[in-house]
Structure formats: C-alpha cells, structure tokens
C-alpha cells in the first residue's frame, strides 16, 4: 500500500489566488482528516469526513477555506483567496471508521507571499 | 495541552538510555490516546495508542502509560537510538459526539546523540 498521498508536496503561491490541496486515502479506509501545522499553533484539525460526509468543519479557519470528498479515495482542500497567514503544512490523515492510529501524508507546505 | 507556543520541550539522551516522554492531556472525557512521532519533513507516525480502559501497553522498545486520575501520558523508549531523534506528540481522542477529532499535544523534542 502506498499510503496516505498528498499533492503537491510544496505549494508557493501569490496572496490572493486560489490553492488546492489533494489527498488520497489509503485504500479501504472511510474516514479523512485535514490538519494544519505552523509552530505558533503546532496540529490543528481543520475537518473531518466519515463515509464521504463532513462530520465536523469547526477547526476551518473561515469561509475562505473549503474541503471535499469528490468519492471515498480523495479529498481536496481549497483556500479562496489565499493569504500570506495560511503559509503552514497542511497534511491529511485516513483511518477506518476513526478508530486505530490514523496514518498520515507526507504534508503539503504552503507558501502564500 | 494546547498546541501554542513557539517553545517545545526538550529531551537530550545519550544512545543506549532509555527515554521518557511525557504528557498531560485536558478532557478527562477521552477514551483514546495515540503517540506519534514526526521526522523533519515528514508527516506524524504512528507510534503506539492506547484505550482508557488500560494503564499501560507494549511495543517493540516502546511502551505507553496511561494515569487517568491525573490526566497523564507517557511514552517510554527503551534502548534509545540515533533513529529516534525527532519530535513526538500525544495525540487524544474525546469520544462521544467528538469521536474521531483528534486532539495533539505541542510535542516534545526528543535529541538522542551518538
């Protein structure tokens, strides 16, 4: 299994356009996490989904950013207009039914100038 | 504890001593603990977990503790290595409504040196 796959593995970007995020879950598992990582807040999780459907969004910093599960493999994370505060690594997570040690991608690092 | 802060804890050990990270956790509702450890650009690796209804489970050179009462984690690495040079968060998961939101800790800087 090749686990959890993220893309683009480094993302620099001019304030104000748009990002997208990609993950792949590993295969068999139903439930996809999106976390951020800066060293002022350490891992914050932004949303989660169970069997394609958004269970809890409360960690998405604001309507700028939104995430989707176009089918149970793969999820994107969208940020519309970026801004220099979102520079972070974003990862993603997948585990079966959120249970077990979730296992994660290699991260996304974003650099909005 | 809350991920804030640009200061993570620190621990030096020298090869071969025997490491112990530790933790304190906030909601004394969560039923599922996790160790992760995270290598310089890398994502967090699953490490070991643990079930409140235990105080204290195994692995290969690593072993978890659990103290409920004071709202306590630890990890204890036996035998350390060069290898286990990286950053290790306590993760937790509340259960109930917020199943599967799981919550990291800032992380402790482990150094092992040669």
């Known amino acids: 299994d090749a686990g959890v796959i993220q893309s683009p593995r480094h993302e620099v970007t001019e304030m104000g356009q748009e990002v997208t995020l990609r993950c792949k879950l590993i295969?068999?598992?139903?439930?996809l996490f999106w976390y951020r990582q800066t060293m002022m807040r350490g891992l914050e999780l932004l949303i989660y989904?169970?069997?394609?459907?958004?269970?809890?969004d409360s960690g998405m910093p604001e309507d700028r950013f939104s995430a989707k599960m176009p089918n149970a493999s793969f999820s994107t994370l969208k940020i519309q207009p970026s801004e220099p505060r979102d520079s972070a690594v974003y990862f993603c997570?997948?585990?079966?039914?959120?249970?077990?040690?979730?296992?994660f991608g290699s991260g996304t690092r974003l650099t909005v100038v | 504890g809350e991920s804030v802060g640009l200061h993570l804890p620190t621990l030096s050990v020298q090869e071969g001593d025997n490491s112990i990270i530790n933790c304190a956790y906030s909601?004394?509702?969560?039923?599922?603990f996790i160790w992760y450890k995270q290598e310089s650009g890398k994502g967090p690796q699953f490490i070991i977990d643990?079930?409140?209804?235990?105080d204290k489970r195994q692995g290969q050179r690593v072993t978890v503790l659990l103290n409920k009462t004071v709202k306590h984690l630890s990890l204890q690495i036996a035998a350390t290595q060069p290898g286990d040079s990286a950053v290790y968060f306590c993760?937790?998961?509340?259960?109930?409504?917020?199943?599967?939101?799981?919550?990291f800790g800032q992380g402790t800087i482990l150094t092992v040196h040669p």
């Open positions: 997570a997948s585990s079966l039914n959120q249970q077990d040690g979730y296992t």
């Open positions: 295969s068999g598992h139903n439930s």
């Open positions: 909601n004394s509702a969560s039923d599922y």
């Open positions: 643990i079930r409140s209804n235990m």
């Open positions: 989904f169970n069997n394609n459907v958004p269970i809890d």
């Open positions: 993760a937790e998961n509340a259960g109930g409504t917020s199943y599967g939101k799981l919550t």
